[in-house]
């Protein structure tokens, strides 16, 4: 598969973090001789918090996780890509607790502290005697400096593996994160993401992690869109493994975590960015700037909106500055807005102004910002003050070249 | 541009309907020497009734008509196509005044008797002049047997022209019902549809017209979806001329119309369908029936989830039965389903009951279903008794073509 041109030049490097190790194997789940399955292992005393997908049809890895570490102590991850595990019914949930009470058995832990997550084709089963039969040999292979073939592992149709890190300080303590992601299609807003995966050496328990998490899925993970199409597996999880042995936060609002909040919101954007730019079959990304709405919540349905628009979306992929295409967009989004008040921009080039065309608009200058390959399109939709970055790519014949072949 | 595969063989011949004339002309609004704007004119005591988009960013003519022909009465409609006057702001408005009042003055009647429709691009002026410069011609040119030229001049991206009629009786009076329509992209949920326009020879009024082509519009064109957006011009227009001089029903339940109804409704659906069947790069025409809903809304938004799919709408193009995007799209719906009760059909292959995938599935059948050009696919949803029929088509590399090149 050809790398997606937005792929980073250099991978960054995932040094090892005190209370994880991890790895990945060939567990054969779909193809032969690809990295399909992924561990992370956990010292005792790492808290883990989640967001997990709304969908009504969620998969049985989703199911176990919302109900699994439910006081928050977790001791390891198991992840494999090339099958779902959703719709499975009866069977999968059997499949999640046969391939958890594996891993707790091989830990020395209680399967309630093993998360798992699944990645690929829906419907099927998983092939569990293959992947019993690996896992003895992955909780072997794991290591402090797992995180390349980790994020490897779990890609489906990505391009390339997604790869963030951070550091700062909590109370003059020096503490690490790392992320992992994979996502390149099934992108959409209202849900968590495809899968994201974030360690911290930092001492954090569940209840501080989860609104955090929370809050800013919304501005990262559930800002982008790539297809509009919600997954039965999106999940992302947080681990504090505690190893740094940084001081204890009383509540969420402690100012002690005001650095660890802007490099998490941070590093969660970069993974967020780095799934729209594997985006199936993506020649341009976009950043599209709503200003002027009712609320925050608002300014971001009507970039969602906008982003995914096909219509929108193949004018893009043209280069073709159809302006008219995200005004209609707008006007489809069902937030309140004011039709004779959008001021649109594309690049720099002011196109309309109460509710019509300028008559400065020069379709030259938004053509040339068109060829580029990463965009920004700016709408201000003219009633209050709430505002959203959103972030999606093109639709080209390549989008539907993949989904039409991915199982074969 | 290549004709659909699902073009009718024959097209129906629309025969002259007592209390209207109609043609059309090449206005030259985009495109030179092709048909773009057509004209109906009814005799007097023609009533009208219409449905518009519910885009917040409706266009100028959309404006018009929601305010125009309050009394019900209707002397002339006037349609273009190639360009939307959308998003053309007080101009926009003056020159849906300027049009109106024109054909008022041709015809001898007032500029609110007059409704006006537009399709085509965007954001561009309307090119006034040749518009007001054809008129005259175009009015002396209308005749009783335009229909076939009527629908032709309607079209943009269409590949062929919709028509359709019907005749039933209201208490012993015999009385035909033709209609017209226009769309090919922008189709989708939630607006009235592209461009219908209906007319009739009964003798009805705008207050019974107007609840009937409400109910029906939701199970027809409203059941279709060709590309999930929604246009900033789309209306469906119903014309009483009272030409067959039928008895007037006393009110919209009155028994003497159930024959115009079962009609009406019929007419509905098959304009509709053939906007489906001339979906942008449609190769596949595919019905979703879903039941077993909490009502029959349920079961629409369900089924337009699956039908707007960008990965089912993939899937289908490769005829590939991946079943599992059928249930990801129901568990995205956000309607109450049952996931432990989702009984899914390919054709007459029964794939999922009790929440997995039936041990009797076979790939090999549902595959044989899906390399058809006209597919079935029945969900039931597990929870109740609403149950709607949606229309939907594949989406290949062919959408993408023709909406990067639409406006070069």
Chains 1, 2 share one sequence.
């Not at 990262?220 to 042995?245: K, Y």
């Not at 490099?263 to 730019?277: G, R």
């Not at 008040?341 to 938004?366: F, K, M, P, R, S």
């Not at 709408?379 to 014949?397: F, N």
Request: with cysteine; glycine share 8%.
């Amino acid at each position: 598969m050809t790398t997606s041109p937005f792929a980073p030049k250099n991978l960054p490097t995932l040094t090892s973090l005190r209370g994880v190790s991890l790895g990945a194997v060939r567990a054969g789940i779909r193809h032969a001789n690809r990295l399909d399955m992924m561990m992370m292992r956990f010292d005792a005393g790492a808290h883990v918090a989640g967001v997990y997908t709304r969908s009504l049809t969620a998969a049985a890895p989703i199911l176990w996780c919302r109900s699994a570490c439910d006081d928050g102590e977790i001791r390891a991850l198991l992840v494999n890509s090339g099958n779902a595990n959703a719709y499975t019914g009866t069977q999968g949930m059997e499949d999640v607790r046969t391939l958890t009470a594996q891993v707790a058995s091989e830990i020395g832990c209680d399967a309630s502290q093993v998360m798992i997550c699944s990645t690929g084709v829906i419907g099927e089963f998983l092939p569990v005697p293959s992947m019993m039969s690996a896992i003895p040999q992955l909780h072997h292979h794991i290591h402090a400096d797992g995180w390349d073939e980790a994020a490897r592992a779990i890609m489906t149709t990505d391009t390339f593996p997604k790869m963030a890190t951070r550091t700062c300080m909590i109370a003059g303590t020096k503490v690490t994160i790392h992320g992992i992601a994979k996502g390149s299609g099934m992108i959409a807003p209202d849900m968590a993401t495809m899968l994201g995966f974030i360690v911290t050496d930092a001492s954090l328990p569940a209840a501080i992690m989860k609104p955090l998490l929370a809050r800013y899925t919304v501005k990262t993970f559930n800002s982008i869109t790539v297809d509009s199409d919600t997954s039965t597996n999106d999940a992302v999880l947080m681990v504090a493994t505690g190893g740094s042995r940084s001081p204890a936060p009383h509540s969420a609002g402690d100012p002690i975590l005001d650095e660890l909040k802007e490099a998490l919101y941070d590093l969660m954007k970069e993974l967020a960015l780095l799934i729209v730019k594997d985006g199936e079959g993506a020649r341009k990304f976009i950043t599209y700037r709503i200003t002027g709405a009712e609320d925050d919540e608002s300014a971001r349905i009507i970039g969602l909106a906008i982003a995914n628009s096909p219509l929108v979306k193949t004018a893009l992929a043209a280069s073709d500055p159809n302006w008219g295409r995200i005004i209609a967009a707008v006007g489809k989004a069902g937030r309140w807005i004011n039709p004779d008040q959008i001021t649109l921009y594309i690049g720099d080039e002011l196109i309309t102004h109460g509710g019509a065309v300028v008559a400065t608009y020069n379709e030259a200058t938004a053509k040339a910002h068109m060829l580029q390959s990463e965009l920004l399109i700016r709408v201000d939709v003219g009633v209050g003050e709430g505002c959203a970055d959103v972030w999606g790519c093109d639709l080209t014949e390549r989008y539907i070249e993949i989904n039409a072949n991915y199982r074969s």
